[in-house]
């Protein structure tokens, strides 16, 4: 436990010198009358203190007849408090007091720590003031020899950092404010750097050790695809993490992989080509996605991009029929199968493979660790990994959380895309956004009006979405016009028909709640409306953004809102209008939100340093792993002398954070 504050008992003052801006005040002066006063419940103590300079009442209310009894009048004491004002005097409230020798005249010389304390510890007698006192034993007791240097020398030179017992010792008895600053940046420093070194054995660890299948060569169907079916060509960034995996899958270790690509970066056509490398080596592969309608619609594009390719492909998800399902689990455990695409229902026990030997995770955000492992336990040698993710982590994140996994970044757009325009609109201006919708139906688009999630009812939910539907229907009447409607509570079939009445553009209106946020692909929409816009975090307003612009049209992304919004939301939904960068909008949502709210944050304690923060102190941690990077460059395996003690620190798991053995 760690001091939240300080208070300074260094030098005594006098009573002339209290002001209303006073903080807390230790005094010395000789206590020169008591007096009791109220009755019952308005009973108070109040005592005279009086020293050269003046006189001031101590109160109490509470613990009355000990303080009475206690109290001698005629000595001196040293009251320690926080001054407050009555009828333009100054006043201690229950102060600290006790006996004070004015001959030894001994005074604190380091800070005073303050604990947390909680309703539990107080009961069990460890107030603040006793987890005080306990840790000054403590330290009376403790010596350099219990808490030993634990970085490497030349770290703690460069920085200039104080030992690791000096530091321990002035986070809770500082001389002076310098001393704290100087402990708690050395301690936070340790923090992270413990961190990202465990992280990095980790990854280096499984670099070393980890064995995987080989996919040796790229075969005739990879390369069959390659020629003549791909309907455009790769962007740089696609080639780039297509021979990152390609290095990986063939380098006899398992692939451990994040690709990070902003929404229409194009990461499906790489998980194509990576599941078609595994059929040239023999293996089959799954894809999991986190919806019914994504899976779907992986299956039905991937089945049409295949056409004429020798490969078998599965669609398995919880409403697949059990006569086909079982035909499908056939398949993939005879090994006839080469794709299976799917949801959750990919990871129940009874799906077995033959020789699984690549598994993808699609938009990986909604998808637990725990959920991830068990698609690993399919095999008994532990398939390569690709974990595709459209919110891209912000680097803060990507190094604590993450920082186990290797990561590829696709950070170019296919070419021929328009930037979307985003704009706010307020209630006001419904007409003129209803007319815009029109015009651009007219021009042969569609569009998507979203409808936000309320957490707390399903219900109000429902209501709300309908109220839209009739809303909506009432600006664009059929037969003119024709709507599609997806929500939650409908079954995944008529769901399914609705989807692909609008991907058909027999619709030219999508009406939905957020079951539209990941990965749906409809080229021609080219508007995008989001009601009630506040509501939404940023991540999300840029993954419901992505729906559109992904035809060669301009594209326009509506944030509608009340006429009334906080100042706070408008400046969040400015940001979105401003860029359409998704790395830059999920470095703000997590300085807006902080990151305990991050969705895909992979355990909540991923981010729980005692003392450090990643956000407010981002260059510490980038100086850690910075200084990590170069040790474990030079001795991954901590076997040089100087690093002994870290060694030693490592193996002992002190400081260990629970969530440091993941993947
Ligand atoms: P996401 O990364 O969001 O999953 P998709 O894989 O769904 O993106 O791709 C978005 C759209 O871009 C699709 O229509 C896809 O066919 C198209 N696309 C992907 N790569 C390219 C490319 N290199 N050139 C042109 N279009 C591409
Ligand atoms: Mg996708």
């Known amino acids: 436990m760690f001091p939240f504050r300080h208070i300074d008992k260094t030098s005594i003052r006098t009573i002339a010198e209290i002001t209303p801006q006073t903080e807390y005040i230790l005094l010395a002066g000789i206590i020169t009358g008591i007096e009791l006063t109220g009755e019952k419940r ?25 303080i009475q009894k206690s109290l001698l009048p005629g000595t001196p004491y040293l009251v320690y408090g926080k001054p407050g004002f009555f009828m333009g005097k100054p006043q201690l409230t229950h102060p600290e007091l006790e006996p004070f020798q004015p001959q030894s005249a001994e005074t604190r010389n380091f800070l005073e720590p303050v604990y947390p304390s909680t309703e539990k510890l107080k009961a069990r007698g460890l107030s603040g003031r ?28 460069r920085f200039n950092f104080p030992s690791r017992w000096e530091a321990y010792r002035n986070i809770h008895f500082p001389a002076d404010p310098e001393a704290y600053e100087a402990a708690l940046h050395r301690l936070k420093f340790e923090e992270f750097f413990m961190a990202q070194i465990r992280l990095g054995l980790i990854k280096s660890s499984r670099h070393r050790f980890s064995k995987g299948f080989v996919f040796e060569k790229v075969g005739s169907l990879f390369n069959e695809f390659y020629a003549h079916h791909l309907p455009f060509s790769l962007t740089g960034a696609q080639k780039r993490v297509l021979k990152e995996i390609r290095k990986d899958i063939g380098s006899g270790r398992q692939m451990n992989r994040l690709l990070q690509g902003d929404v229409g970066s194009g990461k499906t056509i790489v998980a194509l080509m990576s599941m078609l490398i595994a059929a040239d080596n023999g293996f089959q592969s799954c894809l999991m996605a986190p919806t019914e309608i994504l899976a779907h619609q992986h299956f039905e594009s991937l089945s049409v991009l295949l056409k004429g390719i020798p490969v078998t492909v599965q669609l398995l998800t919880g409403s697949t029929r059990s006569a086909k399902r079982k035909k499908t689990l056939e398949s993939a455990i005879s090994g006839d199968l080469n794709i299976l695409i799917g949801t959750h229902a990919l990871i129940e026990k009874d799906v077995k493979f033959q020789k699984l030997g690549l598994a993808i995770v699609d938009e990986q955000h909604r998808f637990g660790v725990a959920q991830r492992a068990r698609l690993w336990e399919k095999s008994n040698t532990v398939p390569h990994v690709l974990v595709m993710t459209a919110t891209p982590i912000p680097r803060t994140l990507a190094m604590t959380a993450y920082g186990d996994l290797d990561s590829s ?102 009406v939905s709640t957020t079951v539209i946020e990941v990965g749906v692909n409809v080229p021609n929409a080219s508007v995008m ?123 002992s798991g002190q400081g260990k954070n629970p969530w440091s053995k993941i993947s």
């Open 409 to 510: 970044i696709m950070d170019e757009m296919p070419p021929g895309r328009q930037p979307i325009l985003t704009v706010h609109r307020m209630e006001d201006s419904r007409p003129q956004v209803m007319e815009f919708i029109r015009k651009e139906i007219k021009l042969g688009r569609q569009a998507y009006i979203i409808f936000p999630l309320i957490e707390e009812s399903e219900t109000l939910n429902y209501e709300n979405l309908m109220k839209g539907y009739e809303n909506v229907k009432a600006w664009f009447p059929e037969p003119k016009y024709w709507i599609s409607m997806v929500h939650g509570k409908m079954k995944a079939k008529q769901k399914e028909e609705n989807m692909q009445r609008f991907v058909k553009c027999e619709t030219q209106i999508m």
């Open 42 to 66: 308005s009973k108070r103590l109040t005592a005279i203190l009086t020293d050269k300079t003046g006189t001031l009442e101590l109160t109490w209310f509470q613990g009355i007849n000990w």
């Open 529 to 651: 409306v989001i009601e009630s816009a506040e509501k939404f975090g940023l991540s999300q307003l840029h993954q419901l953004r992505g729906r559109v612009g992904r035809g060669a049209e301009k594209s326009y992304c509506i944030l509608l809102t009340g006429n009334k919004v906080s100042r706070e939301a408008k400046e969040r939904l400015g940001i979105l209008c401003a860029t359409n960068d998704g790395f830059k909008i999920a470095e703000k949502d997590l300085e807006i939100r902080g990151p305990g709210d991050i969705e895909g944050t992979r355990q909540s304690g991923a981010l729980n340093f005692k003392l450090a923060n990643i956000l407010t102190d981002r260059p510490l941690l980038e100086d850690a792993r910075a200084e990590t990077e170069k040790l474990l460059d030079i001795d991954p395996e901590l076997e040089l002398p100087e690093h002994g003690a870290l060694k030693k620190f490592l193996q």
């Open 130 to 157: 006793s987890i005080g006192k306990l840790t000054y034993n403590l330290f009376g007791i403790l010596t350099e020899k219990e808490i030993p240097e634990n970085l490497p020398v030349s770290i703690c030179n």
